[in-house]
């Protein structure tokens, strides 16, 4: 129990949260957690997909496997998915996928009777459960149905017909995309921006503006009243380091200073809307935790050792 | 109206005991080679295009027609001259013979062009029309084959010719042996077909040319009358040649007479030349008064609404179509405002010098020229929609893109020929960064959630067929209902029961997709009904499937062959998600392969959440200066962020059918990117930023045919060949790797010996002989008396055992055969 103590207290602050999006702050950590979390997120964060699809009747323009592709990649909601089992150690049914603790069971039949092309989509597809059905999209606000159909899967036209079963199971993004949770999971270094007051005065406000608008994206602005230089938006910075190429054409090197801060990030979570952003990212922590348990485990092993070095010594330090 | 005539070599013919014209003809030839001869500058160029001929599918046809009819009124008449020679003439006369459907078939199937009457003797002049791809087809339409032999170490026919401006694709040849011989037409290139002569002729003369006929001496030589040649045949003179061609050309705008005859006045040479014959090469040009268009705002008006099409503006003497040797006479401005009062024409457009193929490459004229010809070798071969009946079609081999999408830099060629509706590739979001050292030599590193998603996904499609043979003796070959309790059934599963595979079904290898049986004797005629034949006296003759598992059977159609016999054609598909090796190219002669596919979280990002689907290594463009996809890249990224297609016309800046970098620029900018296109980015193994901006955006990604599934191979052991015992050659023969000459040169410079050996003979051909070293001969073993016997010494005293290839001995034994004795001498190692 020696030994530096490299724990810190991260902090999250978040900004914005909706279904499907949300935007924190993550303070007080580095880099490596900052990435675990996101690739986390991305490849590990269980859901519900569609993973075995019997044909019956297709007689649309799309094969077989295009249409199971399809079926695939359609988010089913996977509220459910961290508390049920992978099928392939799930000891009902010896690993086979088809019982009810492992796998959810769709039915899609669709025939084609009028002139009229008949778009097949998501909301075609009956589940067997009722808390994993494909994610609807429709806004709530509107109300005009015929608009809010599914994700379309084919398009039929009179006398075609698909009738199909589908088996959706467990699995992660790094096995197959389909089961990533996450649409978009990046971050940013949050900028830290200092102008040099001073030098910015020795500026006409014909040159500040020009310096002003060199940036590409909006983060500084002229305050309309004392004429000064200030910045409107520091994390719309894409450190594209123009404003400071700026200031050096200009004859004003040091102009302003913009430092990445390094123990400061900046989330967006993007939902495919297999889970909520917010559960996305309780789930990732959750699982971050596990593995990191699983490391714990074998702390006294020699392998542990062998395996983790100095990190099984921090572990245990820690 | 004389003197107009000629032999099918178009030469001048003697019209009954006047030679004048013939005579005349021959000085004019006589005074060329002198000019020729005194003056280098007089020499004719063979390679100018303008006196070249192409040849249509008609003319070959006709020719051939006329050929095969000649033949068949002589056999007629051989048949009728018999017929007469016997007594009963009354009886029924049949004359009808099939020499011209034969004849047609059989030219038409072979492509060998053969015409003893017109002394032609061609092959390979049909060709299969290439449906790998809509591009491939495309291009396959506008190719230009010459007649000469290619070895030729000949560069001038090779060359870019400049008089194939706007006639023949400059971009568009093959690399090797036929490069710059087999070339492609032009977007705008028309070949004209041959016109009636005889109202052409009249009508010259009708327009003061002079028949020589009438001239004297004196007159034939006024200095300023020009000789007026129409197809290559002299109509006679004229004095005022200018006043002659403008009246001509007045004629034709008028469309009094065919859009496609010209008229060139050659001042060296002192002639006119009139052409109507067909073959020729033409383009239509805005015809020009003083330099001021034809075409004015409001006929574009009616263009654009639709009220006036092409044609209307050929009609009106708006447009007008020029030859090669007619372009001569005219003075074409590129564009409207560099015409001067001297112009006579105005190009329609400069990027429809390149053909269809070269067409679909984004700003082309950015590019070093052999990439544009390399990218439209290359187009050809890219996966996408073949045609909007392509999953109808019964191709023996059809490569299809599962989502192919239009680029998003597009050109006007694209839009005009319909790539747009039928893609070959998607818009790729493209890294050039280098990447974990799996992306040296252009290789590709690909993201694998944008497989997962269907990037690059492909399907294979492939024709098998089984015909139900029927043979000589009546008897025919039976599919028979399979038999669910046999050893085979295990491999029948995807039978139905009429014994016959199933659409749907997925394929393992070694499934029998066609349950069929052979009599076991075809020749000797049966007695009585064949059909009963007992179940012995068949034997199976079921096809098996020979693939790599995962295939499905798309459709079973049962027609019947030429020779009546039923045949069952299964199309079967195979849908492919890239994987390692699998080719891939932009388009702009960029080929590369897959070097590795890395998972989503481990590729770079940007803080906006953009990641890319490619990477591509920045090795890539020093040497090969492909500049035009730099600023496809950028074009397209403000492409999807102002969601507008932008364009990338060969030359289209000027007229705005290619957005320049400046604005494509101004658009990334106020959608928040970085003018130059680079993105700063986060590694997504660290988290940490890149050191270096990265250039990032779409580019257009055509997936190729190339598949390593299809060209992977290794074996241990396997089959060999009968003859010499080695191991058999090539992939479809499961045939082994060879250490050939320059691989063994290397073993013996490191002295590996035994490697060699083993190499070379062990693992090859190895086969025990019994050499007698008494006369060195090859002996054999007796397995009676246990030992090896020497046949010429008729003992087997001194025979020794010993190894050596099964392909020596078999070169002893044939030397043998030839009476030359190869004797052994063998000593102790
Ligand atoms: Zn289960
Ligand atoms: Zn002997």
Known sequence: MEGASYARMPRVKIRELKDDYAKFELRDTDASIANALRRVMIAEVPTIAIDLVEIEVNSSVLNDEFIAHRLGLIPLTSERAMSMRFSRDCDACDGDGQCEFCSVEFHLRVKCMTDQTLDVSSKDLYSSDHSVVPVDFSDPAATDSSENRGVIIVKLRRGQELRLRAIARKGIGKDHAKWSPAATVTFMYEPEIHINEDLMETLTLEEKREWVDSSPTRVFDIDPVTQQVMVVDSEAYSYDDEVIKKAEAMGKPGLVEIIAKQDSFIFTVESTGAIKASQLVLNAIEILKQKLDAVRLSEDTVEADDQFGELGAHMRGG | ?829
């Not at chain 2, 077909?193 to 010259?204: F, R």
């Not at chain 2, 006007?412 to 040296?440: C, F, H, P, R, W």
């Not at chain 2, 849908?575 to 891939?584: I, M, N, Y």
């Not at chain 2, 050596?804 to 055969?817: F, G, T």
Request: with cysteine; proline share 4%.
């Open chain 2, 1 to 829: 109206m004389d003197g107009g005539w000629k032999t099918d070599d178009g030469i001048q013919m003697v019209d009954g005991d006047n030679f004048r014209p013939k005579c005349i003809y021959v000085a004019v030839m006589m005074r060329r080679i002198m000019d020729a001869i005194l003056n280098k500058d007089a020499m004719d160029d063979k390679d100018y295009v303008g006196n070249k001929r192409l040849e249509l599918s008609g003319q070959l046809i006709s020719l051939l027609f006329e050929d095969l009819f000649k033949s068949m009124t002589t056999e007629v008449k051989n048949l009728t001259d018999k017929m007469l020679d016997k007594p009963d003439k009354a009886r029924n006369f049949d004359m009808s013979t099939n020499i011209i459907t034969l004849g047609l078939e059989r030219t038409l199937s072979t492509g060998n062009f053969e015409i003893k009457r017109f002394r032609m003797e061609r092959k390979g002049m049909t060709q299969v029309l290439q449906r790998l791809s809509f591009i491939g087809a495309m291009g396959h339409m506008t190719r230009v084959s010459p007649q000469f032999e290619k070895s030729r170490k000949v560069s001038g026919p090779r060359a870019l010719q400049p008089s194939q401006w706007g006639m023949l694709c400059p971009c568009d040849t093959p690399e090797g042996e036929a490069c710059g011989l087999v070339k492609n037409l032009a977007l705008m290139t028309h070949v004209t077909t041959d016109e009636e002569e005889g109202p052409l002729i009249s009508m010259c003369y009708l327009l003061g040319v002079e028949d020589l006929e009438l001239l004297s001496a004196e007159e034939l030589h006024t200095p300023d009358s020009f000789l007026v040649i129409f197809n290559g045949l002299i109509l006679g003179k004229h004095r005022k040649p200018l006043r002659f061609a403008a009246a001509i050309r007045k004629l034709r705008r008028d469309g009094k007479i065919g859009e496609f005859v010209s008229v060139y006045v050659n001042e060296k040479q002192h002639c006119v030349y009139l052409a109507s014959d067909g073959g020729r090469v033409c383009r239509p040009l805005v015809i020009a008064d003083k330099g001021i268009s034809r075409i004015k705002q409001h006929h574009m008006k009616e263009l654009v609404d639709g009220v006036r099409t092409f044609d209307d503006f050929l009609r009106d003497g708006l447009l007008e179509y020029l030859d090669v040797n007619e372009e001569n006479n005219a003075l074409i401005a590129l564009y409207e405002g560099d015409a001067t009062s001297e112009t006579t024409h105005i190009e329609i457009e400069p990027f429809t010098i390149l053909g269809v193929i070269a067409g679909l490459i984004p700003y082309p004229h950015h590019n070093q020229s052999p990439r544009n010809t390399y990218q439209c070798a290359m187009g050809k071969q890219a996966m996408g929609n073949i045609a909007y009946n392509q999953l109808r079609r019964m191709d023996s081999l059809l490569y299809l893109l599962v989502y192919p999408q239009r680029p998003l830099l597009t050109t006007k060629t694209i839009e005009l020929v319909g790539y747009d509706k039928l893609g070959a590739g998607q818009n790729a979001t493209v890294a050039v960064m280098s990447y974990s050292g799996y992306d040296i030599e252009d290789a590709i590193v690909m993201n694998k959630a944008s497989l997962d998603r269907g990037f690059g996904r492909c399907i294979v499609m492939k024709k098998y067929s089984a015909v139900i043979q029927k043979h000589s003796n009546d008897t025919s070959d039976r599919i028979l209902r399979p038999n669910r309790t046999a050893d085979t059934a295990g491999r029948m599963q995807i039978l139905d029961d009429d014994g016959i595979a199933a659409p749907g079904e997925i394929l393992k290898p070694f499934d029998i997709y066609v349950n069929k049986q052979s009599p076991i004797d075809t020749r000797t005629p049966k007695s009585g009904s064949a059909a009963n034949l007992p179940d012995s006296a068949y034997r199976s003759n079921a096809q098996s499937f020979k693939g790599h598992g995962g295939e499905v059977i798309d459709r079973v159609v049962l027609c019947s062959d030429k020779d009546k016999n039923m045949c069952i054609k299964f199309l079967i598909r195979h849908t492919r998600r890239p994987e390692l090796g699998d080719k891939f190219s932009s388009r702009h002669g960029q080929k590369g392969v897959c070097g590795t596919i890395v998972q989503q979280e481990d590729f770079p990002f940007s803080e906006k959440g953009i990641c890319p689907d490619l990477i591509m290594n920045p090795h890539g463009f020093p040497s090969r200066m492909t500049v035009g996809k730099m600023i496809e890249l950028l074009g397209g990224k403000a492409g999807v962020s102002c969601g507008r297609f932008h364009y990338g016309s060969a030359f289209g800046e000027r007229s705005g059918h290619a957005d320049k970098v400046e604005a494509i620029s101004e658009t990334l900018v106020s959608k928040g990117f970085n003018y130059s296109g680079k993105d700063f980015i986060y590694s997504g193994i660290t988290g940490c930023p890149l050191q270096a901006y990265i250039f990032m955006g779409p580019i257009y990604y055509q997936k190729l045919k190339h598949m390593v599934l299809d060209k992977m191979h290794a074996r241990g052991s396997g089959p060999r060949v009968m003859l010499t015992r080695q191991p058999t050659e090539g992939r479809a023969r499961n045939g082994g790797l060879r250490v050939g000459e320059m691989e063994r040169d290397c073993l013996i410079a490191y002295g590996a010996s035994m490697l060699i050996y083993e190499r070379l003979m062990l693992s090859s051909d190895p086969f025990e002989v019994q050499v007698c070293t008494a006369c060195g001969l090859l002996g054999y073993y007796n397995h009676k008396l246990k030992t090896g016997i020497c046949s010429s010494c008729k003992n087997g005293d001194n025979i020794s055992t010993m190894k050596l290839p099964y392909a020596c001995k078999l070169m002893i034994q044939e030397l043998q055969s030839m009476n030359i004795v190869p004797r052994l001498k063998l000593a102790d190692a």
